[in-house]
């Protein structure tokens, strides 16, 4: 597969993820049952991101002692796991409105610096986390160990900060 055709098709699916997540905060609401607690999203999110996390250290344990097997398993565990956080959060915030953070200054702070450097970063590290595992998937390790050296960091504070924000915004759903 040449690499035009696989940019091509992760720009395609980046700007399919990205537009359906910007409409999410433009669309109506949509709504489930009275029994179900739209909350157990939130804690179904920063679950996964606690998975994933792990499974990111474990795949640089795994690739740095050279156990190539148990790396590929680590790492396409997390971008499994990734893309049923990613469905989770739309199902959450399809049916949800925004939640406002409740603290006071300096606490307030910290939590939007977390926050927007979160998403941003998840943002911006998609396309290139789809890359990566292209490039290996491919056998193209080069390629793959090259970039990999900055998105995994990247993803990895996705996913830890991914958790932080939840333990800071928790007490404040359903307010």
């Known amino acids: 597969m040449k690499d035009r055709t696989l940019v091509i098709g992760i720009g395609i699916i980046t700007l399919v993820v990205m537009g359906l997540v910007f409409a ?53 565990s997390a971008v499994v796991l990734s893309a049923g956080f990613l469905i989770s959060y739309v199902l959450y915030h399809s049916a ?28 911006v590290s998609f396309p290139f986390i789809l890359w990566t595992v292209a490039m290996a998937l491919t056998n193209r390790f080069t390629k793959h160990k090259k970039i990999a050296r900055y998105v995994w960091p990247v993803w990895f504070y996705v996913s830890v900060t991914g958790v932080i924000v939840y333990l800071m915004i928790s007490p404040y759903y359903g307010t």
């Open 24 to 76: 999410l905060y433009f669309m109506p609401k949509i709504s489930y049952s009275d029994d179900f607690d739209i909350y157990i999203f939130p804690k179904i999110h920063a679950i996964i991101n606690s998975l994933v996390s792990i499974l990111l250290l474990a795949g640089l344990y795994f690739i740095k002692t050279k156990q190539i097997s148990k790396h590929k398993f680590m790492m396409l």
């Open 96 to 123: 949800s409105e925004p939640t406002s953070f409740g603290g006071d200054q300096p606490l307030k702070g910290i939590y939007y610096f977390v926050l927007i450097t979160h998403v941003i970063l998840a943002a």
